[in-house]
């Protein structure tokens, strides 16, 4: 006798970096692959803006991490001005920017004016230059940002006035969104830099589960070199199987 039943099985699938970094996203503006496998955002010059979408979409109905190193300069007082981690759903879909300088290629310079920005859409900045009308601490800072807005109420600098990310090195950053609790958690270094509750599927995506992310990075009068290198995307899905007996 055949008896029918439904398998479950739940495993993870990983990703390496090391695969055509090239091939995986799609460059704009400054942005362009490196040998080393890592996407170059800005090479150090004045007023560049450079963004990478990866050609495969997040599936926000279910929990993933992406975890990437950044690269965000060798100079301190001299450099400027930051990456941004960005997932949205504009119509622009992988030709989607935002504005150049203290904006990192997501947002708008002016808050509450017009201009380009990147529309539904959520973002990690690591912003390396103090711009007053952003609410910036005079440090290096992490920020999380919604809907092209470049203004944040809070940050996290580790309570350092002096703490610095233009140091020369890679800095381990990793994303995690966990839909059953609708928790966004952003890692920087092993420090915890944000952790919050946010429905991004309803609240900020209009119910769409499907979205692009990538990375933006953007130089002013000042700059510095930017790059991410992605090292691991893992995420964790359910597959059911039939079968018969």
């Known amino acids: 006798m055949a008896v029918k039943f439904r398998k479950v099985i739940t495993f993870v699938i990983l990703i390496s970096a090391h695969i055509a970094q090239g091939q995986q996203f799609i460059t704009i503006g400054s942005a362009r692959p490196m040998e080393n496998s890592c996407i170059l955002l800005t090479p150090d010059y004045p007023y560049m803006e450079g963004i990478a979408y990866s050609r495969t979409k997040l599936d926000l109905s279910g929990p993933f991490e992406i975890s990437f190193d950044i690269f965000l300069g060798n100079k301190n007082e001299d450099g400027a001005d930051g990456i941004a981690f960005i997932i949205h759903n504009d119509s622009r879909a992988f030709e989607a920017y935002g504005t150049w300088g203290e904006s990192l290629g997501y947002g708008r310079m002016n808050p509450w004016g017009n201009g380009n920005a990147i529309i539904p859409s959520m973002a990690v900045e690591f912003d390396t230059y103090f ?7 005079e440090s290096d800072h992490v920020a999380y940002l919604e809907n092209g807005v470049s ?11 002096e703490f610095n990310m233009e140091d020369n090195r890679l800095h381990d950053f990793r994303f995690r969104w966990d839909p059953s609790t609708n928790t966004i958690t952003v890692m920087l270094d092993g420090f915890t830099v944000f952790m919050g509750k946010k429905d991004l599927v309803n609240e900020i995506f209009e ?6 992310w990538g ?3 953007s130089t002013g009068r ?3 070199k930017q790059y991410f290198c992605l090292r691991r995307f893992a995420s964790v899905k359910e597959i059911s199987n039939n079968e018969n007996y």
């Open 151 to 161: 203004f944040h109420e809070e940050f996290w600098n580790g309570g350092d006035p």
């Open 207 to 212: 119910g769409n589960n499907e979205v692009i």
């Open 222 to 224: 000042l700059h510095n």
């Open 131 to 137: 711009n007053f009308r952003q609410n910036d601490p």
């Open 215 to 217: 990375f933006s990075a």
